[in-house]
């Protein structure tokens, strides 16, 4: 069956960095597109970036551009987050989900999820 385990979760202080990372098996990866989203205590889950099947292009949220980078690598299977100058405010559990098509921003269309990783950045 389709897995997805994030990983590289923790305690970070604010302005540190973090690199997730999502290891996906029993689907054919390259096939689809790959998305990371986070969910605060309290708050709906939200879109963090997204990242097409070869990697060519991606997209992120306003409220991670330019601090987080998203990537892949078709050939291990992985996909990354690169997390910079963390705020308080991305305190959340993260997410990378997979969808058959790339562009979308929204949760309730990707198919298949990780149990997510926790984020804790303390100001």
């Known amino acids: 069956q389709v897995q997805l385990v994030e990983s590289g979760g923790g305690l970070v202080q604010a302005g540190g960095s973090l690199r997730l990372s999502c290891a996906a098996s029993?689907?054919?990866?390259?096939?689809?597109?790959m998305g990371w989203f986070r969910q605060a205590p309290g708050k709906e889950r939200e879109f963090v970036a997204a990242?097409?099947?070869?990697?060519?292009?991606?997209f992120s949220a306003e409220t991670v551009k330019g601090r987080f980078t998203i990537s892949r690598d078709n050939a291990k299977n992985t996909v990354d987050l690169q997390m910079s100058s963390l705020k308080p405010e991305d305190t959340a559990v993260y997410y990378c989900?997979?969808?058959?098509?790339?562009?979308?921003?929204?949760?309730?269309?990707?198919?298949?999820w990780g149990q997510g990783t926790q984020v804790t950045v303390s100001s």
């Open positions: 989900a997979a969808d058959w098509t790339y562009g979308d921003s929204r949760a309730n269309a990707y198919l298949y």
């Open positions: 029993g689907l054919t990866f390259s096939r689809y597109a």
């Open positions: 990242i097409s099947r070869s990697g060519d292009n991606m």
